[in-house]
C-alpha cells in the first residue's frame, strides 16, 4: 500500500468500527506504527505528545483489533476498520466525541425514536402511534398482519408506487409491533448475527 506521510513522516488515521461503522477516533501513524499494527493486529500510533509508538489499549486493555486498512484517494489519510475491545475513548467512552458506540440504522433509528416519544407522550387525540398502542398489542400485531398482506398483493402487481408505499406502511408498523413488544432494529440484527456463525 502506498501511503504519503507529510513532512513530519505522519498520516492521519481515521478509526472507524467494522460493525457499527460509527468512527471512533483520530490518530497519526508513522511508518512504524503502521508496520506494528499489520504485524500485531492491533491497532498502533504514533504518539506526537509522547514521541513514540502507543498501542491503544496498551494500559487499558481496551485494544481496537484490526479488521482493515483503506487509503483514500489522495493516499495521504487511512480508515482503519476496527472491532473495539471495550470503549475507545480514555474517558471511557465508546468514541472520542462523547457518544457510546451503538448501531445506528439512520433513519430508521430516528422512526424509532419518534414512535418511541408518541407512545411515551400519550396523545391519542392527536398520534396514530399513540392511539395505536392504547388499542392494545393485539391490534398492533393485527395491523402488522394487514399491511404485509397489502404488500404481498401488491409484490404480484405492477405498480410499484403502490408496492414501495404498503412496504413501507408494514415497517412502520412492524417498527411499532417491535416497540410494542419491548425490542427494536438492535435486538433483530442481534439475532440475525446469532445464525451467521
Not at 28 to 42: G, H, L, P, R, V
Not at 163 to 177: I, K, S, T, V
Request: charged share 30%; with cysteine.
Amino acid at each position: 500500500m502506498e501511503i504519503k506521510f507529510d513532512e513530519k513522516g505522519l498520516v492521519p488515521a481515521i478509526i472507524q468500527d467494522a460493525e457499527t461503522k460509527n468512527v471512533l477516533m483520530l490518530g497519526y501513524m508513522n511508518q512504524e506504527a503502521f508496520d506494528k499494527t499489520i504485524s500485531t493486529n492491533k491497532v498502533t500510533f504514533y504518539s506526537r505528545s509522547k514521541n513514540r509508538l502507543w498501542t491503544k489499549g496498551e494500559e487499558s486493555g481496551n485494544f481496537l483489533e484490526l479488521v482493515s486498512i483503506k487509503n483514500d484517494c489522495d493516499k495521504d489519510t487511512l480508515l482503519i476498520q476496527t472491532k473495539p475491545v471495550g470503549p475507545t475513548c480514555h474517558k471511557g467512552t465508546g468514541n472520542c466525541w462523547g457518544e457510546e458506540n451503538t448501531e445506528n440504522f439512520g433513519f430508521l433509528s430516528t422512526l424509532e425514536n419518534v414512535i418511541a416519544e408518541r407512545v411515551k407522550n400519550k396523545d391519542v387525540q392527536k398520534s396514530y402511534v399513540a392511539s395505536l398502542f392504547a388499542k392494545g398489542i393485539n391490534k398492533v400485531a393485527q395491523k402488522v398482519g394487514e399491511e404485509a398482506v397489502e404488500t404481498v398483493i401488491e409484490a404480484m402487481d405492477n405498480n410499484d408506487e403502490l408496492f414501495l408505499y404498503e412496504a413501507g406502511d408494514l415497517l412502520f408498523h412492524y417498527l411499532m409491533l417491535l416497540q410494542a413488544k419491548g425490542f427494536t432494529l438492535t435486538d433483530i440484527t442481534a439475532e440475525l448475527k446469532k445464525r451467521q456463525k
